[in-house]
């Protein structure tokens, strides 16, 4: 749960809460609640920042995975009910490991987040990954609180408070039997482990039409904007414009090699934008403008510089020289929330043409596999 995205809960319903916990009765399912913020399963940018599918599971999945749950599971999961204080199965578990949801098996929180709080109820400072719990407005009991929900299947978790110990201030308050512990060295479900993919770095001009384009193809799952290969840590947009920290607008693509390989992905990154111009892209002036392939292993950095002499020894840009920096991927630092899906959004276009050479590879790779 991003901190920024809560509500802010007046001090005298943070008082009450310690006697109400984390108690929210209604009789709407979680999963049909239209203001949560779910994963959209019809876009390829379906995985979380820490590589978690986040899918919503189809009603003939959410039905099985219900069908497996006891009595007292699915009046709290699936009706936002609450267990009795203090009667929780792993309020007072101290082993290290992770907590899942109960339902469909995504990491929720870890141990190291755990603390005893005096409520009556397992409480955690933060979550596993932000996008893995979910928030929406609970106006029951005569307050606003934020009820808690799974990322992934939607399932009542429990409540967020600000009243948590430092460094959060937060104090996300759970039901035990919304939640599985898995202790650490277990062996993780399949369910509760992250989608095996590869990760590609690209610097072309604004992050906001370099992720569009990318987004778009097919074997990519997820694609964030960010800053990288600079010179100092934590940057972040207004730095960055300024020119003083090095870094450049890049995008990481997470994408599945079995369905679009790397190769492909580095020819269409010089299809999108132009590599001869040196820090800029069209009106887009400045050294964060810069066109760069980070690359991640030998391989990586093999193949790009495979691709940039194929282009040159075949004046695919005319004469002019192709400019790319080819740099091993330093630290990637996520961009500010505003600017992740920016194009998709707002519809805001940049790039010229980014449009047709979506359509080409999309065609390229229904036919071959590759684009080469």
């Known amino acids: 749960m991003n901190p920024r995205t809560l509500l802010t809960i007046p001090a ?25 913020v779910m994963a959209d399963a019809s876009k390829e940018d379906r995985l979380s920042d820490s590589g978690y599918d986040l899918t919503p599971p189809t009603p003939e ?5 219900v069908a497996k749950l006891t009595p007292e599971q699915f009046r709290i999961t699936q009706k936002a009910g609450t267990e009795p204080a203090f009667c929780g199965t792993l309020l007072d578990n101290k082993k290290e490991g992770i907590y899942v949801c109960q339902v469909c098996g995504l990491p929720l ?42 990322g992934r299947c939607g399932s009542h978790l429990g409540h967020v408070f600000e009243d948590g ?12 039997e919304s939640l599985r512990f898995i202790e650490k060295g277990e062996e993780l479900p399949p369910e509760s482990r992250p989608v095996e993919s590869e990760e590609a770095f690209f610097a072309g001009g604004c992050f906001w039409g370099v992720e569009y384009a990318f987004s778009e193809l097919p074997g990519v799952l997820s694609v964030t904007s960010g800053y990288q290969n600079g010179e100092t840590e934590d940057p972040d947009y207004r730095s960055v414009c300024s020119g003083t920290t090095g ?27 132009d590599p001869t111009t040196m820090n800029r892209q069209g009106p887009d002036v400045g050294t964060q403008y810069r066109s760069g392939i980070y690359t991640v292993g030998s391989e990586q950095l093999d193949t790009a510089r495979k691709v940039v002499a194929d282009l040159s020894a075949r004046d695919a840009f005319g004469k002019r020289e192709i400019v790319t920096e080819i740099e ?10 505003y600017h992740q899906d920016y194009v998709a959004r707002t519809g805001r276009a940049c790039h010229p043409g980014i449009g047709e050479a979506v359509e080409e590879y999309k065609r390229k790779l229904s036919t071959t596999g590759t684009a080469g």
């Open 61 to 65: 999945e959410k039905e099985k995975l």
């Open 165 to 176: 110990p430092a460094p959060t201030g937060l104090r996300f308050c759970l039901n035990s």
């Open 328 to 337: 091993p991927a330093q630290p990637f630092t996520v961009a500010e929330e």
């Open 109 to 150: 929180f870890d141990s190291a987040d755990k603390f005893t709080s005096g409520t009556g109820w397992p409480s955690f400072t933060k979550t596993f990954d932000p996008r893995h719990v979910v928030g929406k407005v609970d106006r029951s009991h005569g307050m606003v609180r934020t009820e808690i929900l799974c």
């Open 247 to 273: 870094h450049a607008e890049s995008v990481r693509v997470r994408f599945d090699p079995d369905r679009i390989d790397y190769e492909t992905l580095v020819r269409f990154f010089f299809r999108i934008h």
């Open 12 to 36: 005298l319903v943070v008082a009450s809460c310690l006697g109400i916990g984390c108690h929210a009765d209604t009789d709407t399912p979680p999963s049909s609640i239209g203001d949560v």
